[in-house]
C-alpha cells in the first residue's frame, strides 16, 4: 500500500514537471539582455532577480559574468529545429544562427529568443530549459529522493522509531494526513487524495524555500512564476471536476436553502456557482503567484536603498543606509520563512476543500 502511495506521488511529480515546462518556457525573460548603466535602476533589478533567464547567472566581478549555460531549444518554421547553448548569445549581446534575445524598452518580446526574419522579429516556438526550469528539475529530483527515501525506511524500519529523514518529514507528513487530508475529506476519501495533496505541499514549501536562498541551486523564483502556479491550479482544477459526485453538479445548479427567486426566471445563483469552478482555481492560481512574487520585490526594495542612499548622499549615506537596509531584509527573510509553509499550506488545505465538496455525498 505504502510503496503504491509513493509510485503515485512519483506519477504526479513527473506530471507537474513535463506540464509546466513548455508553458514556462514561453514566457522566459532574461535580465542580462540589458545594457548595464552606472545609474543604478531599482526596479530593473528587481524585475531582473524574480524574472526567469536562459542562462543561470550566478554573480558578476567586474566585468565578468559568471553564468551557467543552459540549453536553448527552439523551432523555426523556416529552418526547423536548433539547439545550442545559451553562452552563444554571450549574456544578450550577441546574435546566433539568426536568433537573439530581444531587447527594447517597448518590446513585446523583450528577454525572449526571436527570429530575424527579413529584418523583423520573429518569435520561434521555445521549449528551452530556462533557470526556472532547471530548477523545476532540480525540485522534482530531490522530492522524488526524500518521498522514496522515507518510503523505503518505512519498509526497512516497520514498527520503529523513525530515523534520519523520515523522523524529519514524518511530523509534515502527518500534518498533511490528518489535519488537511482527513479533515477535509473524512476518513472514507482522504486516502484517495492524500498523495497528491503531500506532493503539491512539499513541491509548493520546498520551491519557497529555495527561492529564498540567493546561491545556487536556489534563487530561483519558481512559484513566483504564474506559469507553475497556473498548472498547479489545473491540475487542482481538473481532479475536483473529474471526482464531483451527481450531488455537487445537482447542488451547483439547484443550490440548497436558496430562495426560488434567485433560480428562477434569471438562474443568477446557478450561474454564480458555475462561474465558482473557474475562479476558484484561479484565485489559487494568483494567491500563491503574488504572495511569493510580493515577498521577493519588497525584500528586493530594502536591499536596493543601500545603492540609492549611496548615489545621493555618498559613501557614508550608503553605509548608515546599508544597517537599516540589510536589517530589515533579514527581518523580512525570516517572515518569508514563514509565508513559505503558510502558502503550501493554504493551496494544499483549499485544494482538500475543493475535492471534499466536489466529493460530498446526498444527505
Given at each position: 500500500m505504502l510503496k503504491f502511495k509513493v509510485l503515485k506521488v512519483v506519477l504526479i511529480s513527473f506530471a507537474l514537471l513535463f506540464s509546466t515546462n513548455f508553458v514556462f518556457s514561453q514566457h522566459g525573460e532574461n535580465h542580462e539582455t540589458e545594457e548595464q548603466t552606472k545609474e543604478f535602476?531599482?526596479?530593473?533589478?528587481?524585475?531582473?532577480?524574480?524574472?526567469?533567464e536562459y542562462g543561470w547567472?550566478?554573480?558578476?566581478?567586474?566585468?565578468?559574468?559568471i553564468t551557467i549555460p543552459l540549453p536553448v531549444i527552439l523551432y523555426s518554421e523556416k529552418s526547423g529545429f536548433h539547439v545550442f547553448m545559451s553562452s552563444k548569445f554571450h549574456h544578450g549581446h550577441e546574435s546566433y544562427q539568426n536568433f537573439k534575445i530581444a531587447t527594447g524598452k517597448d518590446n513585446r518580446y523583450k528577454g525572449k529568443v526571436v527570429e530575424m526574419i527579413d529584418g523583423k522579429e520573429v518569435r520561434p516556438y521555445d521549449i528551452?530549459?530556462?533557470?526556472?526550469?532547471?530548477?523545476?528539475?532540480?525540485?522534482?529530483?530531490?522530492?522524488?529522493w526524500m518521498f522514496i527515501s522515507v518510503a523505503k525506511a518505512y519498509s526497512e524500519r516497520k514498527g520503529k522509531a523513525p530515523k534520519g529523514m523520515q523522523s524529519f518529514l514524518e511530523p509534515l507528513i502527518v500534518f498533511v494526513r490528518d489535519d488537511i487530508a482527513k479533515a477535509s475529506l473524512g476518513e472514507k476519501k482522504y486516502l484517495k487524495f492524500t498523495p497528491y495533496l503531500l506532493t503539491i505541499f512539499f513541491f509548493i514549501f520546498l520551491n519557497n524555500l529555495l527561492g529564498l536562498v540567493p546561491i545556487f541551486p536556489g534563487g530561483a523564483n519558481l512559484t513566483g512564476n504564474i506559469a507553475i502556479t497556473m498548472v498547479?491550479?489545473?491540475?487542482?482544477?481538473?481532479i475536483t471536476?473529474?471526482?464531483?459526485?451527481?450531488?455537487?453538479?445537482?447542488?451547483?445548479?439547484?443550490t440548497p436553502g436558496v430562495p426560488w427567486w434567485l433560480k428562477l426566471p434569471v438562474p443568477l445563483m446557478p450561474f454564480v456557482e458555475i462561474l465558482g469552478i473557474f475562479i476558484k482555481p484561479f484565485v489559487l492560481m494568483v494567491r500563491l503567484f503574488a504572495n511569493i512574487t510580493a515577498g521577493h520585490i519588497v525584500a528586493l526594495g530594502f536591499f536596493s536603498l543601500i545603492f540609492l542612499f549611496a548615489e545621493m548622499g555618498g559613501p557614508i549615506a550608503g553605509y548608515g543606509g546599508a544597517v537599516f537596509s540589510v536589517s530589515f531584509t533579514i527581518f523580512l527573510s525570516l517572515l518569508e520563512l514563514l509565508v513559505a509553509f503558510i502558502q503550501a499550506y493554504v493551496f494544499t488545505l483549499l485544494s482538500a476543500l475543493y475535492f471534499g465538496m466536489a466529493t460530498e455525498e446526498s444527505h
Open positions: 535602476n531599482p526596479g530593473e533589478m528587481i524585475m531582473n532577480h524574480i524574472g526567469d547567472h550566478i554573480t558578476t566581478i567586474g566585468d565578468t559574468h528551452s530549459i530556462t533557470k526556472n526550469t532547471l530548477s523545476l528539475f532540480i525540485s522534482v529530483a530531490f522530492l522524488l498547479l491550479a489545473i491540475f487542482t482544477f481538473v471536476t473529474v471526482n464531483g459526485t451527481k450531488t455537487y453538479w445537482a447542488h451547483l445548479i439547484n
